[in-house]
């Protein structure tokens, strides 16, 4: 067995959820198994400082180890591969070998939210495709949020592998549709009403016709805009199983993320904040609010200092995550970003602000680098 010291994986933990991997001590003993829950920054340091490791080998069983062993800087160019890959497969679901391309394109999604769990969080927030990629992006992005929060909820890999794979496809009867009317500026037609009441369904035909024979899977796609009060479309069904539940739940809250022709998208933090008054006390909404928390990565933000800069990395706590400024506090743009811990007074997040006050734009790259 090789090991690698727990440090440079670190990324792959998250606060308050199961860990993915065992961790070891520095003589190979096992110190927490995989499932067990690191809950506090302190907990983390512990293990850091006694030199932890991890099984190298397990690594590889969980994600994908080019991904794993990538640069920390080459991360969101992988992240735009895996869009464009998703793009091709999703787009000719006709194509005799859908469902081993389907599984193959989908992988590196796996091994990516659990490389950096922060920087997937913000592609959500930061969501920038337009046109008639909007439908794969969108899938894309609900099948994020569906990753952090199933895992949060302690489900296992299989289950969080299938929802990942029911939430890519739940559109798939539409996704032109969905890429036009994010740029229409006058509401659907009737026919474009009609395909939307139905397509649900007719994405669980394309897939049957596909091959998929998986019931779970078919019936989270099928059920996946119904409501347990009967209220939902298109069968009004009050029986809901918990992955067609938890993707209805994260559709709605990255659709709330999106921009459209006849409105801008809404802030994180009022998007969790109507997620929560509208299902007030349920597991699965409280899961993705906590996964994106108040201030998640990619959100702009004004710091006590007077400078503003993005989120690129979630705290120790909900309201201290690590910023990025780039903006100083005379509205200047800063020749470089600094790394801000709003943890600490002076550089305590004042409030959420529209992206118009950057007035700059830097790249994924770099803002990488910031949250490392």
């Not at 998250?14 to 907990?43: E, W």
């Amino acid at each position: 067995m090789q090991f690698c010291a727990l440090s440079t994986v670190k990324q792959r933990i998250t606060l308050g959820v199961p860990l993915p991997f065992n961790v070891r001590d520095s003589d190979r003993t096992l110190l927490l198994a995989r499932g067990q829950v690191i809950t506090t920054m302190s907990q983390l340091n512990e293990l850091l400082e006694r030199g932890a490791l991890v099984d190298t080998d397990e690594l590889r069983r969980t994600g994908s180890t080019d991904i794993l062993e990538a640069p920390a800087e080459t991360l969101p160019a992988l992240w735009g591969k895996c869009a464009d890959r998703l793009t091709l497969v999703l787009r000719n679901p006709s194509q005799a070998d859908f469902i081993a391309s389907l599984e193959e394109a989908s992988k590196p999604v796996l091994s990516l939210i659990e490389r950096d769990p922060d920087l997937a969080i913000f592609q959500v927030v930061r969501q920038d495709a337009s046109g008639m990629r909007y439908g794969v992006t969108h899938s894309l992005h609900a099948a994020i949020a569906c990753h952090l929060a199933a895992q949060r909820l302690g489900w296992d890999r299989e289950q969080i592998t299938l929802l990942q794979r029911a939430a890519l496809t739940m559109n798939l009867s539409m996704l032109e549709l969905q890429g036009r009317l994010a740029t229409q500026a006058t509401p659907p037609t009737p026919a474009q009403r009609a395909v939307i009441q139905n397509h649900p369904l007719r994405s669980v035909e394309i897939l049957q016709t596909a091959g998929v024979t998986d019931r779970d899977w078919l019936e989270a796609v099928a059920h996946h805009h119904e409501d347990s009060n009967g209220a939902g479309y298109p069968q009004k069904v009050s029986e809901v199983g918990d992955l067609a539940a938890l993707l209805h739940r994260a559709d709605v809250f990255t659709a709330k993320l999106s921009p459209r022709a006849t409105r801008n998208a809404l802030a994180a933090n009022q998007a969790a904040r109507q997620m929560f008054l509208q299902d007030q006390r349920h597991p699965m909404t409280a899961a993705i609010v906590k996964e994106f928390g108040i201030y998640p990565p990619g959100c702009c933000v004004k710091l006590a200092s007077g400078e503003i800069g993005l989120v690129v990395k979630r705290g120790e706590t909900a309201n201290t995550p690590i910023v990025a400024a780039l903006v100083n506090r005379n509205s200047e743009q800063m020749m470089e970003p600094l790394r801000r811990n709003t943890g600490v007074a002076e550089h305590a997040i004042v409030e959420v602000v529209s992206e118009k006050w950057l007035r700059v734009r830097i790249s994924p790259e770099r803002l990488v680098t910031l949250g490392a």
